[in-house]
């Protein structure tokens, strides 16, 4: 938790900072924003938001009425029922048909109205999922960023204490040289130097280690020019931490907070999908219709006169005895047969249907009662994640509130630790100018002098950083 804190209140100490003119100069806003623009994971969402949105959109369009068109052409051969004459014939023919279809669900008890919620629910908890994600990637950001500021502040103490060592060493050098000091003063002297000296150059490499993870982070090249703005933590201003309650800050965390808003909006989502699933399994309700007609190259119709005959549909019997059967119905036969036309055809086998279906689910495997406690589960899970959530945040805001506490009374102690510290360290130095104090007893002052500035600077960042995480908490956005 303790890094979510200072990821946090990096972003909300630096944010509001101005665009370098530079273009090798970048403070925390441009790196923020860079690294959203080129941040893959954010593309993935932003992604999985229009799949949602498309979900959405062909849930509730299949609220409304199907319209289907078909289209069908063949070649029949042998013996088949001619579809425009009803006779059987042995012709082959060439016969088209086209149809017009539609199916509205009337009534399955608002399950697709259910589901249509679902999925509205789950579009907009996607959409701030990636509000979610870019705070994350801000957090991150952030804390490489402010871990950068630190290297080059923690830089310029070690700086100092070896321009301090040096200049001391350079001084007692030439005391020693004359014949005031013994050479153990400068061989102490010396040392420290070098111990100086190379914490200084390791303090460097660190901000250059850290300046190359935050060029990672931001998908730059290695070589990339890269210097960053420097901003005083002095100059940010903090609420009272006594005007602050925590019970109060967890309430308003709570509904600015974009992770809750995406976990109960997807508890939402699956009680809705819960109350579908109960729909699906009791009876659908359909009202259902189609126009058709067909042609037949080979379709003839009679012109002229006709006479009518009853024809031959079979024989009875075998032999000379055999006798021929008629049938009942009689038949035309003309003078004269032409073909008939497209749109006389199309007109003449015209068919229209409409009527209500009804649907009952009677055993399908079980699987619409395994769907309704598949949904119940995940209801309980969802519930479970926001109020772990919840649990979490509360905790962490006690707890941030309570460490804002101790580190506002570690930030006064060290301020004044600083301020003896120095005091103590110039009186060793005049002391030792004189040759009153031991070389090992002014290292000892100096040592002191150091680690005082580098506590005070990590006390007035972990004060500043956690005032700053309660009032983004509060609501109260970036206020610098």
């Not at 804190?5 to 370098?20: E, K």
């Not at 060493?169 to 020693?176: A, H, I, L, P, Y």
């Not at 004189?434 to 990590?458: F, H, P, R, S």
Request: hydrophobic residues 40%.
């Amino acid at each position: 938790m303790r890094k979510f804190f200072f990821c946090l209140a990096a972003v909300i100490i630096f944010a509001n900072l101005s665009l370098a003119q530079d273009g090798n100069n970048w403070n925390l806003r441009r790196c923020i924003s860079y690294a959203m623009e080129n941040n893959i994971q954010v593309r993935q969402q932003a992604i999985q938001f229009q799949l949602s949105h498309l979900t959405y959109i062909q849930s509730k369009y299949s609220q409304y009425p199907s319209l289907n068109s078909t289209i069908n052409g063949g070649w029949n051969f042998g013996r088949s029922v001619d579809q425009v004459n009803y006779t059987y014939t042995n012709q082959a023919f060439f016969q088209t048909t086209a149809g017009l279809n539609s199916n509205v669900t009337l009534f399955n008890w608002f399950s697709k109205k259910n589901t249509t919620a679902a999925d509205k629910l789950t579009e907009k908890a996607d959409e701030l999922q990636i509000d979610k994600i870019k705070n994350d990637i801000a957090l991150n950001v952030a804390n490489l960023y402010l871990q950068v500021l630190f290297n080059i502040q923690q830089a310029d103490i070690n700086k100092t204490r070896m321009e301090q060592s040096r200049a001391q060493f350079d001084n007692t050098r030439k005391q020693v040289d004359a014949g005031l000091l013994p050479e153990l003063n400068a061989v102490e002297l010396e040392a420290q130097l070098g111990t100086d000296s190379a914490n200084w150059i390791q303090s460097k490499t660190t901000i250059e280690l850290s300046l190359l993870q935050l060029k990672s982070a931001l998908n730059l090249p290695a070589d990339t020019a890269f210097v960053i703005d420097t901003p005083p933590v002095e100059s940010i201003p903090v609420d009272n931490i006594l005007e602050v309650s925590p019970a109060a800050i967890y309430d308003m965390a709570i509904t600015s907070l974009p992770q809750f808003r995406v976990n109960d909006l997807r508890l939402q989502a699956a009680q809705k999908d819960y109350q579908a699933a109960v729909g699906m399994q009791y009876p659908t309700i359909s009202l259902y219709g189609s126009v058709n007609s067909l042609l037949n190259d080979k379709a003839m119709e009679g012109h002229g006169n006709y006479v009518e005959i009853n024809p031959v549909i079979g024989t009875v019997g075998t032999g000379p005895g055999a006798q021929t059967v008629n049938s009942i119905a009689k038949q035309r036969i003309f003078d004269e047969y032409r073909k008939i036309s497209p749109w006389k055809q199309v007109n003449n086998n015209f068919n229209q249907n409409i009527g209500i279906g009804i649907s009952i689910p009677i055993f399908n495997g079980l699987a619409a009662r395994t769907n309704v406690s598949r949904q119940k589960l995940n209801i309980q899970n969802q519930e479970l994640l926001l109020t772990q959530d919840k649990l979490n945040m509360k905790r962490d805001i006690f707890d941030a509130y309570q460490q804002a506490l101790g580190a506002f009374e570690k930030y006064n102690a060290s301020k004044k630790s600083v301020e003896s510290a120095q005091k103590a360290f110039d009186y060793a130095t005049k002391r030792y100018d004189i040759g009153v104090l031991q070389t090992i007893q002014w290292l000892n002052n100096q040592n002191t002098l150091a680690q005082a500035k580098i506590n005070a600077l990590i006390a007035q960042y972990d004060y500043v950083f956690k005032m700053k995480v309660l009032e983004f908490y509060k609501g109260q956005g970036i206020k610098l």
